[in-house]
């Protein structure tokens, strides 16, 4: 890693963790990952990473609860490691660290070397808004990029919506499916099956498996369509895994595709005025509070509330680009 020095406006308090974490340092990955979470250093950490090029493989692996992800990721760390590569795991969970007992189940079975540089686990708690998806998903990908894993793997609870978006943050979507599960219908439901780049049919030791596969096969692959592979795997036998592995490894890398980088941007741009609506609570009351009294309809409302925000920011926000 080069240590390209941080710009002068920079708070002390992250260049220094900037020149450790540069210089290799785990512990100061650690707490650059926590800091991503805080707005106060978000920006920041955006312009230090603003010059990283692309170079790991990110492959997110979603699924229903219990469909068998932080096991199967759990088989794949030492494959990787076989490789010699290095891998970094991002485990979103949906519930806080503090409470859900999701964590130490994930670290449970997903076993690691402590004295292991090639393997990193993470743990990043989701907003209860986010379903499932960390905001600082992206910014915490960019940070275990430029510390040179070869692999990330982020393991999200398919939840639907915020599934499909995590699609433009990594380079190849993987869903797991649990054998005669039914959950292929909510997948379909929510366009969970046909954006996945590939689909697996986990636990392929139970009854059912192969059945499973084969159905999703007819289903996705239909005529005139492009095929998507549907392969069945067992982490519990450790039957193809490492298929799934050569598959992964195949994937075309389009997280900086313009068409990625443009979704990429839109996600970005609609968390931080999220994040602006909460920040400023009092002109939005103040603004709904003059809709009632002039009797404005909500399309009208909404774009107020918009312009509004964007007029304090353009006021406030005089950064020099
Ligand atoms: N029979 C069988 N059971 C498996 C296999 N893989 C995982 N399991 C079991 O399935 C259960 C759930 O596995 P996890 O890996 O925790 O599933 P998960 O999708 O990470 O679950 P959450 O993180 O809670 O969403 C555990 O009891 C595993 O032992 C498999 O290949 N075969
Ligand atoms: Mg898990």
Not at 72 to 96: F, N, Y
Not at 230 to 248: C, F, N, P, R, T
Not at 274 to 299: C, K
Request: neutral net charge.
């Amino acid at each position: 890693m080069s240590a390209i020095s941080p710009p002068s406006d920079i708070p002390p308090v992250l260049t220094e963790l900037w020149q450790a974490y540069s210089r290799g340092e785990r512990r100061a990955l650690a707490r650059l990952l926590t800091l991503a979470g805080e707005q106060d250093y978000r920006a920041h950490l955006y312009r230090l990473l603003s010059a990283v090029s692309p170079s790991a493989l990110v492959v997110a692996i979603t699924g229903a609860p219990g469909a068998g992800k932080s096991t199967l990721i759990g088989k794949l760390i030492p494959l990787i490691r076989e490789r010699g590569q290095s891998v970094a795991v991002l485990a979103c969970d949906p519930r806080s660290p503090l409470t859900g007992g999701a964590l130490l189940g994930d670290r449970i079975r997903m076993p690691t070397t402590p004295d292991d540089t090639g393997t990193y686990i993470r743990s990043l708690a989701a907003p209860p808004g986010r379903q499932g998806l960390a905001e600082n998903l992206d910014l915490c990908i960019a940070l275990l990029e430029r510390f040179a894993f070869d692999w990330i793997l982020v393991e999200t609870v398919g939840v639907g919506q915020s599934d499909v978006a995590i699609r433009d943050l990594v380079d190849c979507l993987v869903l797991l499916i649990q054998p005669e599960s039914g959950d292929e219908i909510q997948w379909e439901k929510a366009g969970l099956l046909e954006v996945a780049d590939l689909v697996v049919v986990s636990k392929g030791d139970l009854p059912g498996a192969s059945r499973t596969a084969e159905q999703l096969r007819q289903t996705l692959n239909l005529p005139g369509f492009p095929a998507k592979p549907v392969l069945l795997i067992s982490a519990a036998k450790g039957s193809g895994l490492a298929e799934l592995l050569q598959q992964l490894a195949g994937q075309p890398r389009r997280r900086h595709t313009p068409e990625q980088k443009r979704q990429r941007l839109l996600l970005l741009a609609q968390e931080i005025l999220a994040e602006r609506f909460q920040e400023h609570a009092d002109l939005v009351q103040r603004l709904i509070d003059e809709a009632q009294s002039a009797g404005w309809d909500d399309w009208h409302v909404a774009s107020q509330l918009i312009n509004r925000l964007a007029s304090v920011h353009a006021k406030c926000e005089r950064r020099t680009p």
